[in-house]
């Protein structure tokens, strides 16, 4: 084993962090890349294994803010390798990972039979990942998506384990402007990767294609980057192949904003008030035959009719997110999914409303 070689220009913090680490050996199948050096690095302190990276042509800022991502987003970046250290000394960018046992895309595509199906979950949570980096409050771009830099737990994959399915390694060597952040240059190198990934299946004849799931798929991975803008958009068609949904986004911190407010919009706000008045109103006037507090129920269940129906057909909270039919593209089901909701708001509150006599009956 050979000990971490001291490096020029840290400082005494950085110098006595890397000392920790001894280096084991080179990974082979990264030999002979003049860009980036891998290798396997043990912690002295704890014997555990890690990845040591020597980046050449990397901005080493885009390193610096992966490091803080949970940090500055409050939340964790799953499907980014956790980096321990970052530091140079001039000329090259060194650093220490979270060792991710799994092989890469590429070799899984040469060893293993992956399904149709397969393959577009891996590409969904590659999507999935992007969407993460994409939204952060300071937003990066990877550049250098490939067959080489996407790590697959294929185990996780098929549902035998509950960790992480899909990583995303080594974030563009070439370009240092990943923080002026192109979703479309993300889009185009996975519809490209996708698309290769797609010639091996086929010439290697290891998976039986489904007909019309493949003509989809191979729309997607052609037409994606004109047809994409948001990394959403992708999630949700690969999605409804395998008929997934995509993930929740986090809610933001005006959640709970009403409708009509949401944008600050100021002709929607005016809108939404006369909508808000005329629903009070027409509470108001309610003909019932009850008095007291009766009368003031059923009143507030016909408030609470209205009110669902506007959360409903505004996407309130995300209250049809959880429906898959009603995130996809289809208009029919989603007409229909609309008629049956609001047929359900409709039953829902008159038997709310006739409740009182229900019990009476009873």
Known sequence: ???YKTFKQLNSIEDLELSFYEEISEIPENEGDLATTVSYVKDTRDGKLYIKKELLNTDKAVYQELLRYEEINEKKLPGVPKLLTITDDGNKLYTIEEFINCPTLHSVMESQAVTAEELIAIFREV???LERLHKGKNPISHGDISSRNILVNMEALRGNTKEQKVYLVDFNRANKNLFKVDISEDIKRIC???????????LKSITEIDGALWQELKVIAKNGPVTYKTDRQMITDLGRLINKRAPRTEMKKNKYTLPGFRTKKLWKSFIAIIAYL????VTCYMDFDYDGILGFYGRACGFGMMATYISWFT???????KYSWMTGKSVVKKLIGHIIAGIAIFGFWMI???LPDLLNII
């Open 127 to 129: 999507c999935i990942i």
């Open 352 to 354: 709310m409303m006739i």
């Open 1 to 3: 084993m050979v000990r």
């Open 315 to 321: 996407n309130y909270l995300g209250v049809r997110d």
């Open 192 to 202: 490209q990767t996708l698309r290769g990934c797609m010639d091996t299946l086929v």
């Open 278 to 281: 005329f629903m009070f109103v």
